[in-house]
């Protein structure tokens, strides 16, 4: 079947840090790939896509790139700020969306 | 343009009770998809909705019930709640035509049960 597995949380980082979080996943086919974001009280939101092997979602300094061969999507963002604090949601789309467990991040001043 | 709306926003319940969430999905969307997101896990599939059929399911038992109508809003029922249910369920919506995966996201009805 489709699944997500990403890195567990929490991490907490100072700001300017480098972010990384793993993703990798199981699927028939050619899912789409995509990371959301949770922002404390509030719903979620696409925060970057991928439809196709080699491409590379960006998006508000956050990048990810869409790797066949290992089954991965990693989030990466060079340097973090306090806002980008929220719970990231790694996700793929084959027929249905689903969903990883969820990596929290807090970004320290 | 109106996003995607739920209601209610929050709401209790006691255990063998039935409720009803109810979702109007984004302008333009045909399809609407529901899951349930514990407290501190990811948002799990129950199913999706497109032309007033069920299109998809996840693994959720029987008592999880949807239905779809005429102007692409829906419903999520939960008959003989059990204190397990308890959990946020958001109601997500996208084009089938138009499709490149995206869903679009409501706040969620955050259901208590008792």
């Known amino acids: 079947g489709n699944s997500v597995t990403q890195m567990e949380g929490p991490v907490t980082l100072s700001e300017e840090a480098f972010l990384t979080i793993n993703c990798t996943y199981t699927?028939?086919?050619?899912?789409?790939l995509f990371w959301y974001v949770q922002y404390p009280g509030e719903g979620l939101q696409l925060l970057l896509k991928?439809?196709?092997?080699?491409d590379k979602g960006s998006n508000k300094g956050f990048e990810a790139t869409y790797r066949k061969e290992t089954t991965s999507f990693h989030l990466e963002k060079g340097s973090v700020q306090v806002s980008d604090s929220a719970v990231y949601f790694c996700?793929?789309?084959?027929?249905?969306?689903?969903f990883g467990a969820g990596t929290r991040l807090t970004v320290k001043p | 343009d109106a996003g995607v709306t739920q209601s209610p926003t929050h709401l209790i319940k006691t255990r063998g009770q039935q409720v009803t969430l109810r979702c109007s999905p984004k302008?333009?969307?045909?399809?609407v998809s529901w899951y349930q997101q514990a407290l501190g896990q990811g948002p799990q599939f129950i199913f999706q909705?497109?032309?007033?059929?069920?299109?998809q399911r996840g693994n959720f038992p029987d008592r999880f019930s949807g239905h779809q109508f005429p102007n692409y809003s829906s419903e999520l029922n939960v008959n003989a709640l059990l204190l397990g249910d308890s959990a946020l369920y958001l109601c997500?919506?996208?084009?089938?035509?138009?499709?490149?995966?995206?869903?679009?996201f409501g706040e969620g009805s955050r259901l208590t049960v008792l």
């Open positions: 997500a919506s996208s084009s089938l035509a138009g499709d490149t995966g995206e869903l679009f």
């Open positions: 699927a028939t086919g050619y899912p789409s």
């Open positions: 991928a439809t196709k092997a080699d």
């Open positions: 996700a793929l789309n084959n027929n249905d969306m689903r």
């Open positions: 302008s333009g969307h045909d399809t």
């Open positions: 909705y497109y032309e007033e059929e069920e299109r």
